[in-house]
């Protein structure tokens, strides 16, 4: 069984945001919500470095730790997915997530959250696959048909790198091995520790 | 004209002094401060130290905290809530119950030891009446729908799974969001309307010496309200009823004012430690307002009470309204 992994390589990423608006416009977003973003850190530096960020898909997710009404699951693939029928739009999942992952659009009165949407690794809902109601309420479902997350797949840098774990980590080893470092890897040696373990 | 004169020349020449000496010191600061150069390798190790920490970059989306990668507190927040929070404050919440209901039956309910004569005198006000009612019913439903979301999960979860739950805790929400202004309204209602007669007395400090006759079941004079019930006025009402009331507030409006996600983790673990204390203690104040002390209930309800009541219960403010003082102290 495959277990679903992003992995934004910081050597490659230049900063285009093409993941950000493929993902809007592939699952038509919410207005006012985006699933992904990429972060500039030292912007206009020397040693400038950007990410591409949304969900992870933790093994141990937070949100759904959290999450009072348990609207969390992850799928066979190892893909964390939501209930948007039972969430109650209570932000619990946002305070808990290290990503910054879930993201609320604003329908109620007094700036109230409405229904938490996020990265669903192009997975859809708990609906059947790739009906009106997924498509309405979680965007399109890549995976049922056999693609992989549009974010990595037109990243044009191949910076974004999404699907299993075995063959995202032999991309980037090689990478590591024509370098000669890991240092275009965030967070690597916790990402792809069997144990979850080691020191950041 | 002649003074100023005189100091234009003398300011214009401590400008350019001050501009020579920053440029004489310039070169001296920056070798000062400047970091030796690091190899790349370390300067990475830096960088995502930072990152790690929740030092924010740069983001084109926009949005509150969109530039920061990494929620460094979390781990932290999921940690308290999930443990120590829902762990202990079950547990004294269900310690409460369980000690009054052993106290009930060891003890039984508080009688008059003597008749009642028949003999009713007013004891609250038609506006105290409304006052607590009003904080009473939204309290219940705040209680209710609070403890719902906290504990909503591990109890009712199983029965009526994910998506029942939703929908009940999606109407908890709402009731919970909506009741909260209007708890607090009746909170500084009830502060206000009970506040004169809930400062120190000197027989409190009989009451305390004989824990009320809780146990000892002796009688302890004591005016319009007895210690135990100042307690629960300042600690309760007033303390945590107004700290529960203002965190919930700030967290109504989490759009407002570009609420950072480190500043709603904190007041959501306040208010619901704030809220399990209240509730723990709100237990007690029910128990003795209904099924422990015979009468107590009525007094809220009608507002009246029979002489004898007044007199086992509040013999000072019996006294004093008696002698057609007002009963205040």
């Known amino acids: 069984m495959a277990r679903m992994k992003f992995l934004c390589d910081a050597e490659r990423c230049i900063e285009c945001n093409a993941c950000v608006t493929a993902c809007k416009n592939e699952h038509e977003v919410e207005w006012g919500v985006n699933r ?10 020397p040693n400038e470095k950007s990410l591409s960020v949304a969900c992870m898909h933790c093994t141990d997710a937070p949100c759904a730790a959290v999450c009072p009404v348990d609207c969390f699951y992850t799928t066979e693939d190892g893909v964390v997915l ?23 659009p604003q329908d109620g ?46 990243c044009s840098t191949k910076a974004l790198l999404a699907g299993d774990a075995n063959e995202v980590s032999d991309i980037f080893r090689e990478r590591v091995v024509a370098r000669g470092s890991n240092r275009g890897a965030w967070g690597e040696n916790l990402q792809f520790n069997p144990l979850g373990g080691g020191k950041g | 004209m002649g003074a100023n004169s005189l100091k234009r020349p003398a300011a214009w020449l401590m400008r350019l002094f001050a501009v020579l000496l920053a440029l004489l010191a310039a070169p001296l600061a920056l070798a ?47 940690d308290l809530r999930n443990g120590p929070i829902k762990k202990y404050g079950g547990t004294i919440l269900l310690a409460m119950i369980g000690v009054i209901a052993l106290f009930y039956l060891i003890k039984g309910q508080m009688k008059l030891s003597a008749p009642p004569t028949g003999r009713k005198m007013q004891r609250f006000t038609s506006f105290e009446r409304f006052a607590h009612w009003g904080t009473a019913v939204t309290f219940v439903l705040m209680g209710i729908t609070g403890l719902a979301i906290l504990f909503g999960r591990t109890v009712l979860g199983p029965l009526l799974g994910s998506e ?39 027989c409190d400090a009989a009451w305390i010496a004989k824990a009320g006759g809780l146990f000892s079941g002796g009688h302890v004079p004591s005016g319009r309200f007895n210690f135990g019930e100042k307690t629960w006025f300042w600690l309760g009402v007033t303390f945590l009823g ?20 480190e500043l709603m983790q904190d007041l959501v673990l306040l208010h619901a430690i704030g809220a399990v204390i209240l509730l723990t ?29 007044a007199k086992e219960h509040h013999e000072i403010w019996y006294d004093d309204v008696k002698a057609g003082k007002s009963g205040h102290p």
């Not at chain 2, 009940?168 to 309307?193: C, D, M, Q, R, S």
């Not at chain 2, 529960?244 to 950072?260: C, K, Q, S, W």
């Not at chain 2, 128990?287 to 107590?296: F, K």
């Open chain 2, 281 to 309: 203690l709100s237990f007690g104040h029910i128990y003795m307002g209904t099924i422990g002390v015979e009468g107590a209930l009525d007094s809220m309800k009608s507002g009246e009470v029979d002489e004898t009541w």
């Open chain 2, 164 to 202: 029942g739950l939703g929908g009940l805790l999606a109407l908890g929400k709402l009731v919970h969001n909506y009741l909260g202004p209007v708890f607090l309204f009746f909170t500084i209602l009830l502060i206000g309307a009970f506040l004169r007669d809930n400062v120190w007395q000197k």
């Open chain 1, 109 to 154: 009165a007094f700036g109230e959250r409405g229904k938490m949407d996020k990265c669903t690794f192009c997975n859809g809902g708990p609906e059947a696959d790739n009906s009106a109601e997924e498509r309405a309420k979680y965007g399109r479902n890549r995976i049922a048909e056999g693609k992989l997350p549009l974010c990595a797949e037109m």
């Open chain 2, 242 to 261: 107004l700290f529960v009331a203002g965190t919930g507030l700030i967290l109504n409006f989490p759009a407002l004012m570009d609420r950072t996600r």
């Open chain 2, 32 to 78: 000062a401060d400047a970091p030796a150069a690091k190899p790349p390798g370390d300067q990475v190790a830096d960088y995502w130290r930072e990152v790690r920490q929740g030092v924010p970059g740069l983001s084109q989306v926009q949005g509150a905290e969109s530039g920061v990668l990494i929620n460094a507190e979390g781990q932290a927040w999921r």
């Open chain 1, 36 to 45: 992904r973003r990429v972060v500039t850190i030292n912007d206009g530096e």
């Open chain 1, 82 to 104: 939501h209930n948007k029928d039972a969430c109650i739009g209570c932000g619990y999942c946002l305070f808990a997530c290290p990503f910054g992952a879930p993201q609320f």
